[in-house]
């Protein structure tokens, strides 16, 4: 395989003038060659069309109030010009096979890695109003095809079309220019830039065993609870000593040293207020409990069961501090 | 004859088997699942459902015995509990009953466990976003989730990375669990991996969910239901199956014990409250390692099967990899592993489907069946308080 080929299988794009070339080819393409609408104009689907954009103006219904204004019968609201020539619920759930140029298009489309459609400008133009009888088609045709654009949605290119409205007799009733964006979906695994997380890291549920810890960890200190009977060190806390059952006991200040007891590389699931992978440690406090929490400046491969540790404060946002470790930076 | 006056040996058998199909989506309720497995038990042993007077089942379950009894046809109930803890949960329900038969409280009792785990709440998702609450149960939590530390894989993987460590264990000594699952399920059309055997070098190629553990370390999610029904010595005797007589039955819980994060105790590679479990099997049933002929070990993780099998006395502290890469664990070998495919090949039916497994083992119908079957080990939830039975063909 040539290096140009794997480029190519990797990021699936098609590159090079030749495909810009066969892309600037359907410039000037017809899409759809003039296509006679379904119906004429008619009063009901007038009335369908008012009711649903709730429209107030009178003179697409009532015929005496459009004669008022010098018309010589109701006509149909502008932008029902696209509505007349629809291909209709059977077409679109059934579509014929044979899509002509226009099927062309999209498949040239797809093979540069377009894949998605969305619909980005419709300037109308409209030279006469519509009346009922009117017999309205549809004709298509490539305008431009833009260079490739980098967009919020993903890298693409707009492709402009001019259909043109024409009635029985071919005049030309209304013009529409039609610009799609047509792209490749931005795919969640390009390499994006850290950023903020999403969401805030998960709150811990706090009662009046516990609370203690987090609200001096708000204050950059981290705690560990102790007996008052006899001076033994626990955590996680909790209201009774294992050790002489004292209801009774206060805290100490521990001193941030450590050393890293294990450790999990999380990959999956992922969660809005980390950024996978991410390590969670557990680490012996040298005062002798041990803590989960993370660490920072230090990268998976870097750690080594027993590795020295200190203290560092995340304050991970306004309601939460918390004590993560990173390597040792001060000999004493 | 018993030297205990009173004891679990030999007072009650499982004489009925039921389950749902396992799939991702089951597409009805949990009620229904559990109506549908506690049903087809109670039709496996032969027993009438206005016959039941006792119900087991766990904590965790979201339909209450009493939703379960009025859907089936049950009637009086003298006894009915739940246990705690998750999959640790799974052998206390048989030891319920059987603590419930002894002491004459029940004579009919129905174990069972059924839930959309797959489709509905999905363990493996972890706790980051569940509510909060100022119960010592969810504050529990406070200490792990804002770290990220919210999955039971991840909550394994802390204990792994130390046993490795401790032991010289390898993610490929993980990984072998994972094989033998998976060529037993792969013979096992009730397996969700049916056919679907695993190589060592697909399991090390797997990806990473929880670095040491890959994807083919956990075991799947799955949506349905197990059943078991538990009768009293007299009653087993004159039923249609061959009873899978109760010989040990016992739950566990060991010092400074949490929720999948005993990370506090001076050690972490072991798993004592299956040690405690271990120990009072082998004291009630009068057996040993040596006399079993198949096991049934949890395995929601691989990595926990390795101190499973140390705690239950079949190898040395560290020596669990060596007996597996050894053979043991293969048909064939001294300890046939989960021979339905375990949780990882079979289903994840929080270890109950495990129990059923070990009946048919029993009764000599595994599809997977080592000669000469006598007495069968099994294990629930590993890092909770747990729970194991050892069954036997002769009371």
Redesign the interface.
Known sequence: MSAVEAGAGETGAVAGATYDARLEAFVGAVLQPRTPAQDPVNVPMIRHWVEAMELTDPVHLDVEAARATGREDVVAPAAMVQAWVMRGYAATVRPVAGGGRFAELVDLLGEGGYTSVVATDSDLELVRELVPGDHVSVEEVVESISPEKRTGLGAGRFVTTLKTYRDADGEVVATQRWRTLRFAPATPQEPAAPEEPAALRPRPATNRDNAFWFDAAREHRLVIQRCTGCGTLRHPPGPMCPQCRSLAWDTVTASGRATLYSWVVAHHPRHPAFDSPYVVVVVDLAEGTRLISNVVDLAPEDLEVGMPLELRWLDADPDLTLPVFGPVTQED | MSTHPRGVRGSAAIVGIGATEFSKASGRSELQLACEAVSAALDDAGIAPAEVDGMVTFTAESSSENHVARNLGIGDLTFFSRVGHGGGAACGTVAHAVAAIEAGLASVVVCWRAFNERSGERY??????RA?????D??????????????P??WV???A??YM?EYGATSEDFGRVAVVDRKHAATNPHAWFHGRPITLEEHQAS?????PLHLLDCCQETDGGQALVVVAADRARDLAQRPAWVLGAAQGQAA?QHMM?S??RPT?SGLPEMGVVADQLWRQSGLGPADVQAGILYDHFTPFVLPQLEELGFCGRGEARHFIADGHLELGGSLPLNTHGGQLGEAYLHGMNGIAEAVRLVRGTSVNQPADVHHVLVTAGTGVPTSGLVLGDVA
């Open positions: 493996g998702l972890g706790q980051a976003d909060m609450d100022t119960s010592a969810r504050a529990a939590y406070s200490w792990m989730t804002p770290y990220g530390l919210s999955t894989a991840q993987a802390m204990a990375r130390r460590h990806r990473w969910i929880a670095e400074d994060t990370y506090y972490i």
